[in-house]
């Protein structure tokens, strides 16, 4: 076996214009012209999206579960039973809402004349709970009633306007001095739309104060801002055309402009650093924006393809609704990538030399003031710049890479105990849906929750509808499966009440409604519904050719998260292959390749612990606007891990590419990280602060999922750039040395060859006497 050789020759890799220097170099010659065309499409975009979007809504099926089966079955026998229902929650503090008898009368009458409702109970006139708690639909004192409303869609993909029929369906009662208040999808589409803008200036104003302090220029401080907002509000455009073609989640334009921020931002700067760089070296303003491009552009080519390639493993959980957040996410990612190979070239054209021109205090770019400028323009690595002083210092980052690679293994361990102690909470981590009685009391969802819950317990927000299909059995037999599965409901764990069944018009299906102890989001809820499909029901109809199912919303969630629970372990194998395998095909070292992918993963299990303790334990949920302890939304973890890890895999390929150009030059494995440290550390460090920025102004929005995902990605960049970056990167380069770059013959002539920074070398050094 035998490592990796450096190209030897002129000292340093020689570097040949490509596709990508040529573009950077022509869209900051014409300027004018690209700047226009960006422009013009983001005005066309949006305008087009105004009069053609489609809507966003929470609205998908999962074929094949017995949620979705047992609702067909009743839309086929009992259709007046089955759709989606919603609770229209009245209360009236003062007196018995028998007095309103008339009102309620005209208001369910009104309700079910309304689109895509299937029917509406009168809780007046309903039969209430005999024989058990009160579960409805009308309180024991007569001040709380629940209007069960069945829809033919899920109410909240029925689009904001429809609330204005509810709204005058529901007036005689409001008239008469009753709350109404909506539960269930119909209060999730009568919740406020999302505004993200406080958020979006949080970041906004954040990532200025970053830039000027870090590189102490006003206008390289503003490019990327700028740039990465018309990225983003064209990405948000052709999201919006992509919704008319499909249905995507209500989070998607928040996810999406979370994530083009956060990376057109990252983008922006990798690029205008480099440029401004190749000015402080005296290159003019076009071949400094081409040689920015060929370089820091083809790292964000790869790190744009990577983030993509994470966000479609999404598919793998076989879940449209999680595969269309991927796609989301990825279309911002992709007009960031667009943006910053054309758009910003350009904006570095128009700015010429001037980009430097006001600033707060002396700009620097990436190289240190007294370090000795390469050939190519960059900081020479391996030996100590000098002036006509004699020997200058490094800067405190290359003096800070040589204290690791004087005591790696204690900076080694000191990064996996802190990630060990944050990933720590992640053992206990409890995957759920979260309810209605997380979100802030203005909403009115949230009213009716707790309207429910006081008149009738929690479980009455989430009940469940058992469905025995008896129409193979033979009529004979009828009545004594009706017995026998009538027994088989008495005295379930977990369950406060569950309805005697009822046959449908047609005689062929038997129905209940079971009503839990907890909360719908509570771990006994979903052991209920476990027990209920996987055992209760089986054994009611044990002899006989019936079929059982467990359907509703709440049912419907738990069949959710037991597919997202059973597809996370295939989707974190195949992002973390796929990420492997660029890593590999860049930078042709085998080590390099598993470090990057098992260090990234030890970060994003510290960010999941994070996320565990602030809202599961309910370490600091308050502060953050969250009523209670809430479970972990169950598709929050595979999100966070796709994102996590392709955005974790940018600041590795940009860190990486510098280790092996200076490792090409200079065979100097030791002093080749310290050098990149010294010459990346501040950009990326920025990067990363902004990135967090941007991430944790989202922790206020009213959306808990958000929240969770804000703050979520927030932690794990900070924690990437810090520990991992700082402690375990530095540390494992430096104890691997040159076995980091070396790869087995056979494997180097099979992968493609990628070169990461435009070297010219093609992967980079060719491997000499690889086994």
Request: glycine share 10%; net charge negative.
């Amino acid at each position: 076996m035998s490592h990796q050789q450096p190209a030897h020759g002129s000292g340093t890799p020689v570097r040949r214009a490509g596709v990508l220097q040529a573009t950077g170099s022509w869209c900051a010659r014409h300027f004018v012209v690209v700047i226009v065309l960006w422009i013009a499409a983001l005005v066309a975009l949006q305008a087009v999206q105004h009069a053609y979007g489609g809507d966003y809504s929470d609205n998908f099926a999962i074929p094949g579960t017995q949620s979705q089966d047992g609702l067909d079955v009743l839309e086929k026998h009992a259709p007046s039973a089955g759709g989606y229902s919603s609770q229209v929650v009245v209360h009236d503090a003062d007196k018995s809402l028998s007095g309103l008898s008339s009102q309620m009368s005209t208001v369910v009458g009104s309700l079910q004349k309304l689109p895509d409702v299937l029917s509406a109970q009168n809780p007046l006139t309903a039969p209430s709970s005999t024989g058990g708690p009160d579960v409805g639909p009308l309180s024991a004192d007569g001040k709380t009633a629940y209007i069960t409303v069945r829809f033919s869609e899920q109410p909240s993909s029925l689009g904001s306007g429809y609330l204005d029929g509810v709204d005058s369906a529901v007036r005689p009662l409001r008239s008469a001095g009753a709350a109404v208040e909506y539960g269930g999808s119909l209060g999730e589409l009568a919740r406020p739309k999302a505004n993200d803008r406080v958020s979006e200036a949080i970041g906004f104003g954040v990532a200025v104060l970053v830039l000027l302090i870090g590189f102490g220029s006003l206008l390289a401080a503003l490019l990327p801002l700028i740039t990465a907002l018309i990225c983003v509000v064209c990405g948000l455009g052709l999201l919006g055309l992509l919704a008319a073609a499909t249905t995507f989640a209500t989070v998607s334009p928040t996810l999406a402009t979370m994530i083009g921020l956060g990376v057109g931002i990252d983008y922006a700067l990798f690029l205008v650093t480099r440029h401004r760089q190749n000015l402080m070296d005296g290159r003019d303003p076009v071949a400094a924006a081409g040689a920015a491009t060929a370089t820091s552009g083809r790292a964000v080519l790869l790190s744009g393809c990577t983030v993509i390639i994470a966000l479609c493993g999404l598919w793998v959980s076989g879940i449209g609704f999680i595969g269309k957040l991927g796609v989301a996410a990825a279309v911002t990612v992709v007009t960031a990538v667009l943006g910053a190979l054309t758009l910003v070239p350009a904006m570095l054209g128009l700015t010429g030399r001037y980009i430097d021109r006001i600033h707060v205090r002396k700009p620097v770019a990436e190289v240190e003031p007294g370090a000795e400028p390469g050939p190519d323009g960059s900081a020479r690595p391996g030996r100590e710049p000098t002036t006509e002083r004699g020997p200058t210092t490094h800067g405190t980052w290359h003096r800070y890479a040589q204290r690791v690679e004087r005591r790696p293994w204690w900076f080694l361990a000191a990064g996996v105990v802190v990630l060990a102690v944050l990933a720590f909470p992640v053992l206990f981590i409890q995957l759920g849906h979260i309810g209605d009685g997380a979100d802030p009391r203005s909403f009115t969802d949230r009213r009716a929750y707790d309207l429910m819950s006081s008149a009738f317990g929690p479980g009455s927000n989430g009940p469940l509808t058992l469905v025995i299909d008896q129409s193979e059995v033979p009529q004979s037999d009828r009545s004594a499966l009706e017995s026998q599965a009538q027994q088989s409901l008495a005295k379930v764990p977990d369950a406060a009440f569950i309805t005697p069944l009822t046959a449908t018009q047609d005689g062929d299906v038997l129905t209940a409604t079971a009503y839990s102890v907890a909360a719908p989001q509570d771990e006994r809820t979903t052991s209920l519904v476990d027990h209920l499909s996987d055992d209760v029901l089986p054994a009611a109809v044990h002899g006989t050719a019936a079929d059982t199912y467990v359907t509703g919303t709440t049912a419907a969630q738990v069949d959710f998260l037991d597919i997202v629970s059973s597809r996370l372990p295939l989707i974190i194998a195949v992002v973390v292959g796929l990420a492997f395998l660029v890593i590999l095909a860049v930078f042709r070292g085998l080590l390099v390749a598993v470090k990057a992918a098992l260090l990234n993963v030890l970060s994003i299990a510290a960010s999941y612990g994070v996320v565990v303790a602030v809202f599961q334990w309910g370490w600091g949920g308050p502060a953050l606007g969250v009523s209670g302890d809430v479970p972990i939304e169950s598709y929050v973890p595979m999100m966070m891990f796709a994102i996590v890890f392709g955005l974790s895999m940018d600041y590795e390929i940009f860190l990486l590419t510098r280790i092996h150009e200076a490792w090409l030059a200079t065979n100097d494995p030791r002093a080749s990280v310290a050098h990149a440290l010294e010459i990346t550390a501040r950009v990326i460090t920025c990067a990363a602060l902004i990135m967090v920025s941007v991430f944790a102004a989202f922790i206020i929005s009213d959306n808990i999922v958000v929240k969770m995902l804000g703050l979520g990605l927030a932690v794990s960049v900070l924690i990437d750039a810090t520990v991992v970056r700082l402690l375990l990167v530095p540390a494992v380069m430096t104890l691997l040395g040159r076995a980091a770059w070396w790869t087995p013959r056979w494997l180097d002539r099979v992968l493609p060859h990628l070169d990461a920074e435009g070297s010219g070398t093609t992967g980079g050094a060719k491997a000499s006497g690889n086994t």
